[in-house]
């Protein structure tokens, strides 16, 4: 089976940069893939690594280690906006997404 | 280009009744997915169809089922429904089934009383 782990909570200040990390277990490895979720909405796709490095993208960046089963999610220059559930997947070959539990980002003005 | 369409948005139903969920995916898109969200268990995957084929299944009980019809489009049935099975139903379309990201739509919010 597939194991996702993230932190439940987070809490960063407006301007700030906050790191969220996410590990896991798997076989198979197809990719990783970052989602944003505002409260009461559809998740948004952020960002997709399947090689080792960091993508970035504007003022989102992620980074994945295939050997260490470890990928983060950077945002810099926080908004209020920002303010959300950020959710880690793991796709495997000829399999379904698995999602993490989420990290609930709280930026404080 | 439309985003993915879910109907309805609201439904509530009550316990022993069932339920039918539509998905209809981004154009072109031929991968659906179905998932199931709650404050408790996250992101749950319930099944994945890529023409008109099932290709994934989660691990629900046989009371939720699936079609993709040939134009693309996603059903979901939920038969004899449960309290516990109040939750966000968000479908999802892909271009293919690997390496590409998913869309979701705005998701359907089912209220079992």
């Known amino acids: 089976g597939q194991n996702i782990d993230q932190p439940t909570e987070m809490t960063a200040t407006e301007g700030a940069i906050v790191q969220i990390n996410c590990t896991y277990q798997t076989s198979g490895f197809n990719g990783l893939f970052w989602y944003q979720q505002h409260a009461g909405e559809a998740p948004t796709f952020l960002s997709y690594n399947v090689l080792d490095g960091l993508e970035e993208k504007g003022r989102f960046s992620s980074f994945l280690s295939r050997s260490k089963g470890y990928s983060y999610l950077l945002l810099k220059e926080l908004q209020m906006k920002d303010s959300a559930s950020y959710l880690c997947a793991v796709k495997n070959y000829g399999q379904n997404f698995v999602f993490g539990p989420g990290t609930r980002l709280s930026v404080l003005p | 280009k439309a985003g993915v369409t879910q109907t309805p948005r609201y439904l509530i139903k009550t316990r022993g009744q069932q339920v039918t969920l539509s998905c209809s995916p981004i154009s072109g898109h031929r991968s659906v997915s179905w998932y199931q969200q709650t404050p408790g268990q996250g992101l749950q995957f319930l099944f994945e169809y890529f023409s008109e084929t099932q290709r994934n299944k989660g691990n629900f009980p046989g009371r939720f089922s699936g079609r993709q019809f040939s134009n693309s489009r996603s059903e979901m049935n939920v038969s004899t429904l449960e309290l516990g099975d109040s939750a966000l139903y968000l479908c999802?379309?892909?271009?293919?089934?690997?390496?590409?990201?998913?869309?979701f739509g705005q998701g359907t919010r089912l209220t079992v009383v």
């Open positions: 999802a379309s892909s271009l293919r089934t690997e390496n590409t990201e998913a869309f």
